[in-house]
């Protein structure tokens, strides 16, 4: 037909034009400087040290910047060297005097000196930012000579140098920050306006400078030719964000990247078959529990210590596991496995359906009763929620409990939770800095057990005491005889039934090797490499 | 009437609509039960009350509501969208920042949308009830009806993983530079930089998000394309046209096609306006930075002067295109001009 003609000449130039295209795209070649690309959902909600609180903005400031304090390559149970070359902590343990490494430069060649690091953390306690609380203890820096810093803390904190070996503490260059409109004054949470400029280029001390950072396309590093360490193998790190695991795997499979950082349990099996990709599985620190409110006029029948632990008794901890994917483990208390003095996975509990059932005829329940299970609707880790829920009432359904499932907007169940009006909710915690310190968040009197209606009038007097002593105690050897008897209290007692310790899974090309989970740093990007 | 006076009628009307959206759409956010401090800031943080105090006063968020509306009008009036929670930045920025991808990839998706769904709306019209008939239609309703992010997953598992043929998630390859930014879309930008091989680059990256969005798109531009077509292939002059002795192109394009082309106006215009306000999973899926994904992050963390600057756009986008639409009634039917 005639009539086709011009479309029928149309296609065949689309049809040339593709083709010119595919070529064209085959002809680009990667250039001959080491690049890494990591492909990752950007979640970023600041470049500033002072005021990021996400993980693209972790991954990049680790990069760039330095802190005095930070952990070895693959665990967070021990403190090593970075800004600082030694330290010591005073007898009352609310002084702490750091030594500096000598001729460390910033990026921009300048000196980094003790007054840096006074302003540098003057500023992030001024700022009163999204991780401001993690200077809550800092009561004064001081810096008498250009190689000391002396900490001065309001009371004792156990967990100070964890909070210094995390991001907020980087050391920034006070020169370019305040030229830029930064300041460490008194009032700096009104007067500080330098946020916008942390996302154009970075003044700090380590491994990388930030090139360029374009919101929702990439983060681009660059290698930092005045870094004091050794220099990393790569020249250029690339973050290229891609939200969606499934377009990751894609991108994985097809060259575009060299790690996978969102991949999820589903994934393994089918990266796992592609030739030249593998799946790096490791535990997370995040902590899956439900939490029972103490308050009956919330909790109803869950507000009786028997029917707690008829709770813990009827969970299907194997099940839990199996469902997370490799790398999951239980822990055995409100304190998750691999945490500086944690018990590990041999005091994990076990699934025992006939206790859980005597408990609940003990408490006045042997026929069980009706209560409904609030969470929120949301994907942690790759792990869906409701699937746990789900799983969650099937399990209690077998010791005569019913559950009704309520799901909900994230926002709003938080914020139910938070006025501890939820009778029984299923959540989970990460921890904000990695000190065990993190976690007696859950007992009464402390936010976590006020959520769970758990109140310090309610609470035996021998609890309190422990608790108060692990918020002080500095003494390593003494702390996890505490923490502990911390665990032994919950793994028995208390509104918690923590059921499952999440995993983390990466993707990557086989022939980039390094470390590709860190719990403090999630990756480190300055310690992974190429074989060729 | 002349068409400058009712291109000003339609201006003077559209303020109105776009103030009265700024309303609903602070009064819906101000609605959900949930709030920004809890969105934004991390559960510590939450518990210190000089942090939190900090948040509120930094967000405008210490005021009554009717204050903050009101303020939130003012600055409009200045030109000032306020500056988004999330990113931090001025909305205006990122709305800059995010429309351009969109755009570039709403253009090239409606085209394609065009081409497939007139072509089939045509095709089926003309052999009505032939297999060919009912093969496109069968297309058009999958088209519709098959999951976007299925057909874009599908096609980057094999167009781009497995085959090669096409680039895959973003914009740009990662490790290509973008063009400096004139005007946002790396289509023109790379040809102002003379740069043919960002040019070649950014269109291989819109083929299958193009053709996702397009093969959706020409469902129902193809289904609106055959029944308009009917109704007029049925009609006396196209009758008379073939009893004259023209042939059956000019016949079908001139006489049947552009009278038919009303109602197919009408779609492409409403779909192009509905691309416009972006394709939330097809631009996660594709990792494209458009309007759509940062509407949806703006959402999920009560991100007020992000949402407030996102509807009036959306707003802003539907009065244009459907103004546009309008226009070209005008050229289209003689009928509207004389009314």
Same mark, same amino acid.
């Given at each position: 037909m005639?009539v086709?003609?011009r479309p029928?000449?149309?296609l065949t130039?689309?049809?040339?034009?593709l083709t010119?295209?595919?070529l064209?795209l085959?002809a680009v070649?990667?250039?001959?400087e080491k +690049?890494?690309v990591?492909?990752?959902?950007e979640f970023l909600?600041?470049?500033d040290p002072?005021?990021?609180?996400?993980?693209?903005?972790?991954? /990049?400031?680790n990069? %760039?910047?330095d802190?005095?304090?930070?952990?070895?390559?693959d665990?967070a149970d021990?403190? +090593?060297?970075r800004?600082?070359a030694s330290?010591?902590?005073?007898?009352?343990g609310l002084t702490?005097?750091?030594t500096l490494r000598?001729g460390?430069?910033?990026?921009?060649?300048s000196?980094l000196?003790?007054s840096?690091?006074v302003?540098s953390?003057?500023?992030?306690?001024?700022?009163k930012?999204?991780?401001s609380f993690l200077?809550? !203890?800092v009561?004064s820096?001081?810096a008498?000579?250009?190689?000391?810093?002396?900490? %001065?803390?309001?009371a004792?904190?156990p967990?100070i140098l964890?909070?210094?070996?995390?991001?907020p503490f980087?050391?920034?260059?006070?020169?370019?920050? /305040?030229?830029n409109g930064?300041t460490?004054?008194?009032?700096?949470? !009104?007067t500080?306006?330098a946020d916008?400029?942390?996302? !154009?280029?970075?003044?700090?001390?380590?491994p990388y400078?930030?090139?360029s950072y374009?919101?929702?396309?990439q983060?681009?590093?660059v290698r930092?030719?005045n870094?004091w360490g050794t220099?990393p193998y790569?020249?250029? +790190?690339i973050?290229?964000?891609?939200? $969606?695991?499934?377009?990751?795997k894609?991108?994985?499979?097809a060259?575009?990247?060299d790690?996978?950082?969102?991949i999820?349990p589903?994934?393994?099996e089918?990266?796992?078959?592609?030739?030249?990709?593998?799946?790096y599985t490791t535990g997370?620190?995040t902590l899956?529990?439900?939490?029972m409110?103490r308050?009956?006029?919330f909790?109803g029948?869950l507000a009786?210590?028997?029917? $707690?632990?008829?709770v813990?008794a009827?969970?299907d901890?194997?099940g839990?596991?199996?469902?997370?994917?490799?790398?999951?483990v239980t822990?055995?208390a409100?304190?998750?496995?691999?945490?500086?003095?944690a018990?590990? %996975?041999?005091?994990?509990?076990?699934?025992?359906?006939?206790?859980a059932k005597?408990l609940?005829a003990e408490?006045?329940y042997p026929?069980?009763?009706?209560? /409904?299970?609030?969470?929120?609707?949301?994907?942690?880790?790759?792990?869906?929620?409701?699937?746990?829920?789900q799983?969650?009432?099937s399990?209690?359904?077998?010791a005569?409990?019913t559950v009704?499932?309520?799901?909900?907007?994230?926002g709003t169940f938080?914020?139910?939770v938070?006025?501890?009006?939820?009778?029984?909710f299923l959540?989970?915690?990460?921890?904000d800095?990695?000190d065990?310190?993190n976690y007696?968040y859950?007992?009464p009197?402390r936010?976590g057990?006020t959520?769970a209606?758990?109140?310090?009038?309610?609470a035996e007097a021998?609890?309190l005491?422990l608790?108060?002593?692990?918020? !002080?105690?500095?003494n390593p050897?003494?702390r996890v005889?505490?923490f502990? $008897?911390?665990?032994?209290?919950?793994i028995?007692n208390g509104?918690?039934?923590?059921?499952?310790?999440?995993s983390i899974?990466v993707?990557?090309n086989d022939?980039i090797?390094?470390?590709?989970?860190?719990?403090q740093?999630l990756?480190d990007v300055a310690?992974?490499s190429?074989?060729e | 009437m002349?068409?400058?006076l009712?291109?000003?009628?339609?201006?003077?009307?559209? @303020?109105?609509l776009?103030i009265g959206?700024?309303?609903?759409?602070?009064i @819906?956010?101000n609605a959900v039960?949930s709030?920004?401090?809890?969105?934004?800031?991390?559960e510590?943080?939450?518990?210190?009350?000089?942090?939190?105090?900090a948040?509120?006063?930094e967000?405008?968020l210490?005021k009554?509501?009717?204050e903050?509306?009101?303020?939130?009008?003012g600055?409009?009036?200045?030109?000032n969208l306020g500056r988004?929670?999330k990113?931090?930045?001025?909305?205006i920025?990122d709305?800059r920042q995010?429309?351009?991808a #969109?755009?570039e990839?709403?253009t =090239?998706s409606i @085209?394609?949308?065009l081409?497939?769904?007139?072509?089939m709306g045509?095709?089926?019209a003309?052999?009505?009830?032939?297999?060919?008939?009912?093969?496109?239609r069968?297309?058009?309703?999958?088209g519709v009806s098959?999951?976007?992010f299925?057909?874009?997953?599908l096609? &980057?598992s094999?167009l781009?993983?497995?085959?090669?043929?096409?680039?895959g998630p973003?914009?740009?390859d990662?490790r290509i530079?973008?063009p400096?930014a004139? #005007?946002g879309?790396?289509? *023109?930008?790379?040809?102002?930089?003379g740069?043919?091989?960002?040019?070649?680059n950014?269109?291989?990256?819109l083929i299958?998000?193009?053709?996702?969005l397009?093969v959706?798109t020409s469902?129902?531009?193809?289904?609106i394309?055959?029944s308009?077509?009917?109704?007029v292939?049925?009609a006396?002059y196209?009758r008379?046209a073939?009893?004259?002795g023209?042939s059956?192109?000019?016949v079908?394009?001139?006489?049947?096609?552009?009278n038919?082309l009303?109602p197919?106006? =009408?779609v492409i215009g409403?779909?192009?306006?509905?691309l416009l306000?972006g394709?939330?999973?097809?631009?996660? *899926?594709f990792?494209w930075p458009g309007?759509?994904?940062?509407a949806?992050q703006a959402s999920?963390s009560q991100?007020?002067?992000?949402i407030m600057?996102i509807?009036?756009?959306i707003? *802003?986008?539907?009065?244009?295109?459907?103004?546009?639409?309008?226009?070209?009634?005008?050229?289209?039917?003689?009928?509207?001009? &004389?009314?």
């Open positions: 005639s086709f003609s029928r000449r149309a130039l689309v049809l040339v034009l010119t295209l595919a064209s085959a070649r990667a250039q001959d +690049v890494l990591i492909g990752a959902a909600d600041s470049m002072a005021r990021s609180y996400s993980p693209t903005g972790i991954i /990049t400031l990069a %760039t910047y802190t005095l304090v930070t952990f070895p390559p665990t021990s403190f +090593v060297p800004l600082a330290w010591e902590a005073s007898e009352d702490y005097t750091f000598e460390v430069l910033f990026s921009d060649g000196p000196t003790a840096d690091v302003f953390f003057n500023r992030f306690k001024n700022i930012g999204n991780p200077a809550a !203890t009561e820096v001081e008498p000579d250009d190689a000391t810093v002396v900490i %001065t803390l309001n004792s904190d967990a964890a909070k210094l070996a995390a991001w980087s050391v920034v260059n006070p020169e370019v920050v /305040t030229a930064g460490d004054a008194a009032d700096a949470d !009104t500080d306006t916008a400029w942390f996302s !154009t280029a970075s003044a700090g001390s380590g400078i930030l090139e374009e919101k929702e396309s983060v681009v590093l930092n030719t870094y220099a790569f020249d250029r +790190v973050l290229q964000n891609i939200p $969606e695991s499934a377009a990751q894609v991108a994985l499979e060259g575009d990247i790690i996978a950082l969102d999820t589903d994934q393994i089918a990266i796992d078959a592609i030739d030249g990709l593998s799946v997370s620190f899956h529990y439900l939490a409110n308050n009956a006029e909790g029948p009786d210590p028997k029917v $707690e632990a008829a813990r009827a969970i901890y194997e839990f596991r199996q469902l997370a994917g490799p790398g999951a822990p055995a409100m304190l998750p496995v691999g945490m500086f003095g018990y590990g %996975t041999d005091k994990a509990p076990v699934r025992d359906l006939d206790a005597a609940l408490a006045g026929d069980g009763f009706e209560t /409904t299970l609030e969470y929120p609707t949301y994907t942690q880790e790759g792990l869906n929620i409701e699937t746990l829920a799983k969650l009432k399990d209690l359904a077998e005569g409990i009704n499932l309520v799901p909900g907007d994230i938080i914020e139910k938070r006025a501890g009006e939820s009778g029984f959540v989970w915690w990460q921890p800095y990695l065990p310190d007696l859950f007992l009197g936010n057990g959520r209606g758990w109140l310090e009038a309610d021998s609890l005491e608790r108060d002593k692990a918020l !002080t105690e500095t050897e003494e005889k505490l502990a $008897e911390v665990q032994d209290y919950w028995a509104p918690y039934a923590p059921y499952l310790q999440g899974q993707g990557h022939n090797v390094g470390v590709f989970r860190h719990p740093w990756i310690g992974l190429r074989v | 002349p068409l400058h009712y291109i000003v009628r339609r201006f003077l009307f559209a @303020i109105p776009i959206i700024t309303l609903v759409a602070f @819906i956010a039960p709030d920004p401090v809890s969105a934004n800031l991390p510590k943080s939450q518990n210190d009350p000089e942090i939190v105090a948040f509120r006063r967000w405008g210490d009554s509501l009717p903050q509306y009101v303020t939130y009008l600055n409009v009036l200045q030109g988004s929670i990113t931090k930045r001025p909305v920025d709305i995010f429309l351009p #969109t755009f990839l709403a =090239t @085209i394609t949308g081409v497939l769904g007139v072509g045509i095709i089926s003309v052999w009505r009830g032939k297999l060919v008939d009912y093969v496109t069968t297309v058009a309703l999958l098959f999951p976007v299925v057909l874009a997953l096609g &980057l094999i781009h993983a497995q085959l090669g043929l096409a680039a973003g914009r740009l990662v530079t973008k400096a004139v #005007t879309l790396y289509i *023109i930008d790379s040809v102002i930089a740069r043919a091989d960002i040019l070649a950014a269109l291989s990256h299958l998000p193009s053709l996702v397009g959706y469902g129902l531009i193809s289904r394309t055959r308009s077509m009917l109704e292939l049925g006396e196209v008379t073939r009893s004259k023209l059956e192109r000019v079908i394009m001139r006489h049947a096609f552009s038919a009303i197919v106006v =009408t409403l779909s192009f306006g509905n306000s394709a939330v999973l097809t631009e996660t *899926i990792s309007i759509g994904r940062y949806f999920t991100d007020f002067p992000a600057g509807s009036m756009l707003a *802003i986008i539907y009065v244009g295109v459907n103004f546009v639409v309008d226009i070209l009634y005008f050229f289209l039917d003689p009928r509207i001009r &004389l009314a």
